[in-house]
């Protein structure tokens, strides 16, 4: 089996090429036409071995979707459709060629579904493996999604279903758990950690039920439905009530997890890529209704400094929600 010292850069980028769109590369920068109208959104995210990923858990190909699916992720939450992205690998030089080809593999299996090609990048030598990918969508200006737009009184929306993405790792770091879960339930949380989708899909219907300029705030979970709910409410100088008993959670954590478990997973787990959106209630509802069981309103924006969380017919006091529950890098 070869490895990339084997290879060398060249060798390496001969192969990368083939997963790359010919017009498009081989000059110094790439060129990506936008319609008229249209703002450019870039985004930018770094995955590193043994942080985000590692043999234990994720295959080449899962890691490669997962980088892919996070910054389609990021431009979901900005309200834009992707054009395309570019790839920075810092990789050992014992490297087997074939992990490199199948990371590609992956990346390619996600982007095929909204149409985005590869356009450039660049890979260099490092003790560790890393990678860094780089996407560029396009939206109108009156279709952009902030954080810093939210308004007392609108409802807090989001889409899918959160802590499935931290079950899925927790059952593949130690298969001996979760044994009161069937065969497809594990299956299903493992595969929305591995092969999260980002939901490009939701923004359709945004437009749909959107005025214009756009009167919805948000961003995507992947560091946490709590951290989302709180960057935005910080953002927008603004508080929130999170109704506990709303959040939708996988039906498996019914008989896994205590309530308590299946809240905290629900919560600061992460990496489920949905969408956290503040609209007006109107919307808010209605956009539910178009999605079905694909979304629900969780709670209500307010004029108090404080996100708190509301535990409805118990005796459980309100909750005070902050960012330094969740995970941090730096400070774990």
């Known amino acids: 089996m070869s490895k990339v010292k084997d290879i060398g ?4 980028l001969k192969i990368l090429q083939r997963f790359c769109p010919p017009e ?9 036409v936008t319609q008229p109208e249209q703002s450019l959104v870039v985004t930018t995210d770094m995955l590193v071995d043994g ?31 992707p054009l395309g992205i570019t790839i920075a690998l810092a990789l050992p030089g014992d490297l087997s060629v074939s992990w490199v080809e199948r990371l590609y593999q992956g990346i390619t299996e996600c982007l095929q579904q909204y149409n985005t090609p590869i356009v450039g990048g660049d890979v260099v030598r ?5 990678l860094s990918i780089t996407a560029f969508g396009q939206v109108h200006p009156n279709r952009i999604i902030r954080r810093s737009t939210a308004q007392v009184g609108d409802a807090i929306a989001v889409t899918g279903i959160h802590g499935a993405s931290h079950a899925g790792l927790k059952l593949l770091l130690d ?46 979970s992947s560091d946490g439905l709590a951290d989302a709910v709180l960057q935005i409410c910080r953002t927008s100088g603004v508080g929130a009530v ?10 498996a954590f019914k008989h896994w997890l205590t309530p308590e478990q299946a809240l905290n ?39 108090d400094a404080n996100v708190m969380l509301h535990h ?4 459980i006091p309100d909750q005070v929600l902050t960012l330094n529950q969740g995970f941090q890098h730096f400070s774990h």
């Open 175 to 220: 298969p001996k758990t979760g044994k009161d879960l069937t065969l497809e339930e594990k299956a299903a949380l493992i595969k929305a950690h591995q092969r999260p989708q980002p939901r490009l899909d939701v923004l359709p219907y945004l437009w749909q039920i959107s005025h214009s300029p756009l009167s919805i705030t948000g961003m995507d």
């Open 265 to 303: 997973y629900a919560l600061y787990g992460g990496e489920d890529f949905e969408l956290v959106m503040c609209l007006p209630p109107d919307l808010a509802k209605t956009l539910v209704q178009n999605l079905g069981q694909s979304a629900a309103i969780i709670g209500t924006i307010t004029s």
């Open 126 to 130: 490092s003790p560790i493996t890393t």
């Open 51 to 81: 942080v985000h990923f590692s043999d234990a858990t994720t295959s080449p190909e899962d890691a490669g979707w997962r980088a892919a699916a996070a910054n389609l992720s990021d431009l979901a939450a900005m309200g834009a459709t």
């Open 312 to 315: 409805r017919n118990t005796k």
């Open 9 to 12: 850069e060249q060798g390496l």
């Open 24 to 32: 498009i590369i081989g000059d110094d920068a790439a060129v990506l």
């Open 242 to 251: 999170i109704e506990s008993d709303q959040i939708p959670i996988p039906t």
